[in-house]
Protein backbone atom coordinates (compact mmCIF):
# COMPACT_ATOMS: atom_id res chain seq x y z
CA UNK A 1 0.00 0.00 0.00
CA UNK A 2 1.10 3.03 -1.38
CA UNK A 3 2.60 5.70 2.15
CA UNK A 4 0.78 9.31 2.32
CA UNK A 5 3.01 11.37 0.32
CA UNK A 6 4.34 14.39 2.01
CA UNK A 7 4.85 16.84 -1.69
CA UNK A 8 2.36 19.08 -2.49
CA UNK A 9 0.82 19.06 -5.79
CA UNK A 10 2.81 21.97 -7.62
CA UNK A 11 5.99 20.18 -6.44
CA UNK A 12 5.01 16.74 -8.23
CA UNK A 13 3.50 18.66 -11.28
CA UNK A 14 7.07 20.28 -11.31
CA UNK A 15 8.86 17.09 -11.04
CA UNK A 16 6.57 15.72 -14.07
CA UNK A 17 7.22 17.90 -16.43
CA UNK A 18 10.89 17.16 -16.65
CA UNK A 19 10.87 15.56 -19.88
CA UNK A 20 13.48 12.48 -18.52
CA UNK A 21 10.55 12.24 -15.99
CA UNK A 22 7.30 11.93 -18.65
CA UNK A 23 10.30 9.76 -20.63
CA UNK A 24 9.72 6.76 -17.73
CA UNK A 25 6.28 7.58 -17.28
CA UNK A 26 5.59 6.75 -21.25
CA UNK A 27 8.09 3.60 -20.96
CA UNK A 28 6.40 2.14 -18.36
CA UNK A 29 2.75 2.89 -19.81
CA UNK A 30 3.72 1.29 -22.62
CA UNK A 31 5.38 -1.73 -20.65
CA UNK A 32 2.67 -5.23 -20.81
CA UNK A 33 4.41 -5.45 -17.35
CA UNK A 34 6.37 -3.84 -14.73
CA UNK A 35 9.92 -2.99 -15.25
CA UNK A 36 13.38 -2.96 -12.75
CA UNK A 37 15.07 0.37 -12.92
CA UNK A 38 17.96 -1.51 -15.01
CA UNK A 39 15.12 -2.48 -17.21
CA UNK A 40 13.71 1.36 -17.78
CA UNK A 41 17.59 2.63 -18.11
CA UNK A 42 18.19 0.17 -21.05
CA UNK A 43 15.07 1.76 -22.61
CA UNK A 44 15.92 5.26 -22.11
CA UNK A 45 19.30 4.31 -23.92
CA UNK A 46 17.48 2.70 -26.37
CA UNK A 47 15.72 5.61 -26.79
CA UNK A 48 18.52 7.83 -27.15
CA UNK A 49 19.84 6.10 -30.00
CA UNK A 50 22.06 4.07 -28.52
CA UNK A 51 21.73 0.27 -30.29
CA UNK A 52 20.71 -2.46 -27.99
CA UNK A 53 23.40 -4.69 -28.72
CA UNK A 54 25.97 -2.34 -27.31
CA UNK A 55 24.44 -2.06 -24.07
CA UNK A 56 25.95 -4.10 -21.63
CA UNK A 57 25.93 -4.57 -17.71
CA UNK A 58 29.06 -1.52 -17.27
CA UNK A 59 27.42 0.84 -19.05
CA UNK A 60 24.04 0.23 -17.22
CA UNK A 61 25.73 0.47 -13.92
CA UNK A 62 27.33 3.96 -15.28
CA UNK A 63 23.68 4.95 -16.36
CA UNK A 64 21.30 3.47 -14.18
CA UNK A 65 21.72 5.33 -10.28
CA UNK A 66 20.83 8.80 -11.44
CA UNK A 67 17.55 6.93 -12.70
CA UNK A 68 16.82 4.80 -10.83
CA UNK A 69 17.29 8.01 -7.94
CA UNK A 70 14.80 9.76 -9.66
CA UNK A 71 12.38 6.62 -10.01
CA UNK A 72 12.70 6.67 -5.90
CA UNK A 73 11.11 10.14 -5.84
CA UNK A 74 8.54 9.00 -8.53
CA UNK A 75 7.34 6.21 -6.23
CA UNK A 76 7.45 8.58 -2.86
CA UNK A 77 5.16 10.88 -4.54
CA UNK A 78 2.95 7.80 -5.52
CA UNK A 79 3.15 8.51 -9.35
CA UNK A 80 4.90 5.04 -9.84
CA UNK A 81 4.45 1.81 -7.62
CA UNK A 82 7.19 -0.39 -7.05
CA UNK A 83 6.55 -3.93 -5.84
CA UNK A 84 9.45 -6.87 -5.60
CA UNK A 85 12.01 -3.97 -7.20
CA UNK A 86 10.00 -3.42 -10.24
CA UNK A 87 7.96 -0.17 -11.36
CA UNK A 88 4.44 0.15 -12.72
CA UNK A 89 2.58 3.79 -13.05
CA UNK A 90 0.72 4.40 -10.20
CA UNK A 91 -2.83 5.59 -9.70
CA UNK A 92 -1.42 9.39 -9.77
CA UNK A 93 0.56 8.77 -12.86
CA UNK A 94 -2.15 7.30 -14.70
CA UNK A 95 -4.27 11.04 -13.85
CA UNK A 96 -1.19 12.71 -15.11
CA UNK A 97 -0.86 11.02 -18.32
CA UNK A 98 -4.52 11.45 -18.79
CA UNK A 99 -4.67 15.17 -17.53
CA UNK A 100 -1.57 15.34 -20.09
CA UNK A 101 -3.04 13.32 -22.89
CA UNK A 102 -6.66 15.21 -22.80
CA UNK A 103 -4.60 19.06 -22.33
CA UNK A 104 -2.72 18.19 -25.50
CA UNK A 105 -5.80 17.21 -27.69
CA UNK A 106 -7.50 20.44 -26.22
CA UNK A 107 -4.15 22.43 -27.61
CA UNK A 108 -4.93 20.60 -30.78
CA UNK A 109 -8.23 21.62 -31.06
CA UNK A 110 -7.72 25.52 -30.19
CA UNK A 111 -4.73 25.60 -32.87
CA UNK A 112 -7.13 24.20 -35.59
CA UNK A 113 -9.88 26.02 -34.98
CA UNK A 114 -7.99 29.29 -33.35
CA UNK A 115 -10.20 31.40 -35.49
CA UNK A 116 -13.28 29.96 -34.30
CA UNK A 117 -13.26 30.71 -30.62
CA UNK A 118 -11.49 33.95 -31.48
CA UNK A 119 -14.83 34.81 -32.73
CA UNK A 120 -17.66 33.33 -30.69
CA UNK A 121 -18.76 33.36 -27.57
CA UNK A 122 -17.30 29.98 -26.05
CA UNK A 123 -16.87 31.86 -23.03
CA UNK A 124 -20.95 31.49 -22.25
CA UNK A 125 -20.27 27.67 -22.08
CA UNK A 126 -19.68 26.67 -17.81
CA UNK A 127 -16.41 26.54 -17.03
CA UNK A 128 -16.30 22.48 -16.05
CA UNK A 129 -17.56 21.78 -20.16
CA UNK A 130 -15.10 24.93 -21.42
CA UNK A 131 -12.41 22.04 -20.14
CA UNK A 132 -13.38 19.77 -21.88
CA UNK A 133 -12.76 20.80 -24.93
CA UNK A 134 -10.63 18.24 -26.35
CA UNK A 135 -13.95 15.92 -26.74
CA UNK A 136 -14.39 18.18 -29.36
CA UNK A 137 -11.50 16.40 -31.66
CA UNK A 138 -13.31 13.74 -33.76
CA UNK A 139 -16.14 15.92 -35.11
CA UNK A 140 -16.74 17.71 -38.48
CA UNK A 141 -16.50 21.35 -38.63
CA UNK A 142 -20.00 22.76 -40.78
CA UNK A 143 -19.17 25.36 -42.82
CA UNK A 144 -22.36 27.11 -43.96
CA UNK A 145 -25.93 27.67 -42.90
CA UNK A 146 -27.28 25.04 -45.63
CA UNK A 147 -24.92 21.97 -44.54
CA UNK A 148 -26.09 23.03 -41.05
CA UNK A 149 -29.56 22.71 -41.57
CA UNK A 150 -29.36 19.93 -44.15
CA UNK A 151 -27.03 17.95 -41.13
CA UNK A 152 -29.88 18.27 -38.43
CA UNK A 153 -33.23 17.16 -41.08
CA UNK A 154 -30.85 14.46 -41.50
CA UNK A 155 -30.24 13.28 -38.52
CA UNK A 156 -33.46 14.11 -36.99
CA UNK A 157 -35.19 11.65 -39.65
CA UNK A 158 -32.72 8.80 -38.28
CA UNK A 159 -34.44 9.16 -34.70
CA UNK A 160 -35.56 5.93 -33.17
CA UNK A 161 -35.77 7.37 -29.43
CA UNK A 162 -35.83 10.79 -28.22
CA UNK A 163 -34.93 14.43 -29.94
CA UNK A 164 -32.90 16.83 -27.44
CA UNK A 165 -32.65 20.54 -28.45
CA UNK A 166 -30.87 23.21 -27.09
CA UNK A 167 -32.09 26.39 -29.35
CA UNK A 168 -33.35 29.95 -29.24
CA UNK A 169 -35.27 29.73 -32.33
CA UNK A 170 -37.62 26.62 -33.51
CA UNK A 171 -37.73 25.83 -36.98
CA UNK A 172 -36.73 23.06 -39.45
CA UNK A 173 -37.80 20.10 -37.96
CA UNK A 174 -39.38 17.64 -40.71
CA UNK A 175 -42.81 17.01 -41.13
CA UNK A 176 -42.83 13.47 -40.91
CA UNK A 177 -40.48 13.64 -37.66
CA UNK A 178 -43.26 16.09 -36.33
CA UNK A 179 -45.83 13.40 -36.89
CA UNK A 180 -43.69 10.95 -35.20
CA UNK A 181 -43.63 12.93 -31.98
CA UNK A 182 -47.59 13.32 -32.40
CA UNK A 183 -48.54 9.60 -32.36
CA UNK A 184 -45.89 8.79 -29.77
CA UNK A 185 -43.57 6.94 -31.60
CA UNK A 186 -40.55 9.25 -30.65
CA UNK A 187 -40.09 11.22 -27.81
CA UNK A 188 -38.90 15.20 -28.08
CA UNK A 189 -37.32 17.27 -24.61
CA UNK A 190 -36.66 21.41 -25.77
CA UNK A 191 -34.73 23.65 -23.61
CA UNK A 192 -35.51 26.89 -25.48
CA UNK A 193 -33.57 30.04 -24.51
CA UNK A 194 -35.55 33.41 -24.43
CA UNK A 195 -35.32 36.88 -23.20
CA UNK A 196 -38.72 36.94 -22.32
CA UNK A 197 -39.90 33.80 -21.41
CA UNK A 198 -42.23 31.58 -21.92
CA UNK A 199 -43.14 34.47 -25.15
CA UNK A 200 -42.51 32.97 -28.67
CA UNK A 201 -42.48 35.17 -30.61
CA UNK A 202 -42.10 34.10 -34.52
CA UNK A 203 -45.07 33.29 -36.13
CA UNK A 204 -43.36 30.40 -37.92
CA UNK A 205 -41.99 29.17 -34.12
CA UNK A 206 -45.44 29.54 -32.85
CA UNK A 207 -47.10 27.26 -35.47
CA UNK A 208 -44.47 24.41 -34.70
CA UNK A 209 -44.89 24.89 -31.40
CA UNK A 210 -48.46 24.10 -31.42
CA UNK A 211 -47.58 21.29 -33.64
CA UNK A 212 -45.17 19.94 -31.11
CA UNK A 213 -48.02 20.37 -28.05
CA UNK A 214 -51.35 19.36 -30.05
CA UNK A 215 -51.19 15.33 -28.45
CA UNK A 216 -49.99 16.41 -24.90
CA UNK A 217 -48.04 13.24 -23.50
CA UNK A 218 -45.06 12.65 -20.96
CA UNK A 219 -42.90 12.41 -23.76
CA UNK A 220 -42.84 16.10 -25.10
CA UNK A 221 -40.91 17.80 -22.62
CA UNK A 222 -40.06 21.76 -23.38
CA UNK A 223 -38.22 23.96 -20.81
CA UNK A 224 -38.04 27.86 -21.12
CA UNK A 225 -34.35 28.91 -20.30
CA UNK A 226 -34.16 32.92 -19.96
CA UNK A 227 -31.09 34.49 -21.07
CA UNK A 228 -29.79 37.25 -18.73
CA UNK A 229 -26.40 36.40 -17.99
CA UNK A 230 -25.30 35.00 -21.28
CA UNK A 231 -25.94 34.29 -24.73
CA UNK A 232 -27.40 31.54 -26.31
CA UNK A 233 -25.80 28.03 -27.06
CA UNK A 234 -26.96 25.82 -30.36
CA UNK A 235 -27.15 21.99 -29.65
CA UNK A 236 -29.18 19.14 -31.46
CA UNK A 237 -28.48 15.97 -30.30
CA UNK A 238 -30.47 12.58 -31.74
CA UNK A 239 -30.93 9.48 -29.41
CA UNK A 240 -27.04 8.26 -28.17
CA UNK A 241 -25.91 8.74 -31.86
CA UNK A 242 -25.09 12.33 -32.81
CA UNK A 243 -24.86 15.65 -32.23
CA UNK A 244 -24.47 19.08 -33.29
CA UNK A 245 -23.02 22.07 -31.43
CA UNK A 246 -23.24 25.55 -31.99
CA UNK A 247 -22.25 29.21 -30.62
CA UNK A 248 -23.05 32.90 -30.96
CA UNK A 249 -20.91 34.81 -33.01
CA UNK A 250 -19.08 37.71 -30.96
CA UNK A 251 -20.12 39.82 -33.95
CA UNK A 252 -23.72 39.99 -33.97
CA UNK A 253 -24.38 37.58 -30.11
CA UNK A 254 -26.50 35.42 -32.28
CA UNK A 255 -26.04 31.59 -33.36
CA UNK A 256 -23.93 31.38 -36.03
CA UNK A 257 -25.22 28.30 -37.99
CA UNK A 258 -22.58 29.17 -40.68
CA UNK A 259 -20.07 27.19 -38.23
CA UNK A 260 -21.05 24.48 -36.22
CA UNK A 261 -19.33 20.81 -34.79
CA UNK A 262 -21.08 17.89 -35.40
CA UNK A 263 -20.52 13.91 -35.34
CA UNK A 264 -21.03 10.86 -34.14
CA UNK A 265 -17.71 10.46 -31.72
CA UNK A 266 -19.55 9.42 -28.47
CA UNK A 267 -17.44 11.55 -26.62
CA UNK A 268 -18.62 14.64 -27.99
CA UNK A 269 -22.52 13.17 -28.45
CA UNK A 270 -22.23 12.26 -24.43
CA UNK A 271 -20.48 16.28 -23.73
CA UNK A 272 -23.52 17.93 -25.66
CA UNK A 273 -25.71 15.89 -23.31
CA UNK A 274 -24.13 16.44 -20.24
CA UNK A 275 -24.14 20.10 -21.19
CA UNK A 276 -27.71 20.30 -22.15
CA UNK A 277 -28.47 18.36 -18.97
CA UNK A 278 -26.48 21.13 -16.91
CA UNK A 279 -28.82 24.05 -18.10
CA UNK A 280 -31.80 22.16 -18.49
CA UNK A 281 -31.80 21.74 -14.54
CA UNK A 282 -30.50 25.98 -14.07
CA UNK A 283 -32.49 27.67 -11.06
CA UNK A 284 -34.00 29.90 -13.34
CA UNK A 285 -35.49 27.18 -15.78
CA UNK A 286 -39.02 27.53 -16.40
CA UNK A 287 -41.52 24.25 -16.94
CA UNK A 288 -44.25 24.03 -19.23
CA UNK A 289 -46.94 22.36 -18.28
CA UNK A 290 -47.94 20.40 -21.38
Known amino acids: ?7 SIDEIIKELMKLDRLRYLEILKESDEPLASYEIT ?4 ISEGVKEESIDNKLLRSKNPPINTRLKTMQDMDVLANEDGKYSVDIAGLLFLHARKKLSESREILEKHRTFFETHNFRDIPVEFRWQ ?6 TEMIVNVYDF ?3 VQENLKKVKRKIYL ?14 KIQEGEI ?11 PRIEREDERELFDKLTRNPREGI ?14 ISRIDEQWALFALSATSSEIIDRNQAFCGSNIEFVTWCRDLLYHLWWEKDVMVLEI
Open 1 to 7: MAQETSY
Open 42 to 45: KKVL
Open 133 to 138: IYKLMQ
Open 149 to 151: IEN
Open 166 to 179: LTEYLHSIPDEVIQ
Open 187 to 197: DIAILYQSCNP
Open 221 to 234: EFRFLPLRQRLPVY
